[in-house]
């Protein structure tokens, strides 16, 4: 029997996992990848940058999220995580221009940086 099997009120999900924030940049993180393993692997270099910053945006969520509420630690946190998500914008418009990927794959990629973004503008003030 597993502890929380032993115990049913024991929680079963992370702090950070609850967060919409982290659940939208993980619906990113899919697309992300998937769009860098379409890249020439001429230009791989950008392929790597868009999977780092993606990964960037889910791994300082948690680190945020698992930080003193209010605390300049979170909010230096929810901030990296908004400027990995610009980061992963200007990708998106590379990809644009180079012609790699579909345009459903740019509108939705836009769509989920421009929500992932305005909510980790919130975190960032909600924690000042």
């Not at 009120?9 to 996992?17: I, K, S, W």
């Not at 993180?29 to 945006?57: C, N, T, V, W, Y």
């Not at 003193?68 to 908004?82: G, L, V």
Request: net charge positive; hydrophobic share 40%; aromatic share 6%.
């Amino acid at each position: 029997m597993t502890t929380t099997q032993a115990n049913p009120t024991l929680q079963t999900t992370f702090g950070h996992e609850r967060l919409d924030a982290y659940r939208v940049a993980l619906e990113f993180f899919e697309m992300a990848h998937s769009l860098a393993s379409q890249l020439p692997r001429a230009k791989g270099q950008l392929g790597d940058q868009l999977e780092r910053a993606s990964e960037s945006i889910l791994l300082r969520i948690a680190e945020g999220a698992g930080a003193a509420w209010r605390s300049a630690d979170q909010r230096r946190h929810f901030r990296a995580a908004r400027g990995s998500a610009m980061e992963c914008a200007a990708i998106l418009d590379i990809c644009r221009v180079r012609r790699v990927g579909d345009q459903n794959t740019y509108r939705l990629g836009r769509q989920l940086l421009l929500r992932l973004t305005q909510m980790l503008s919130k975190l960032s003030r909600a924690t000042s």
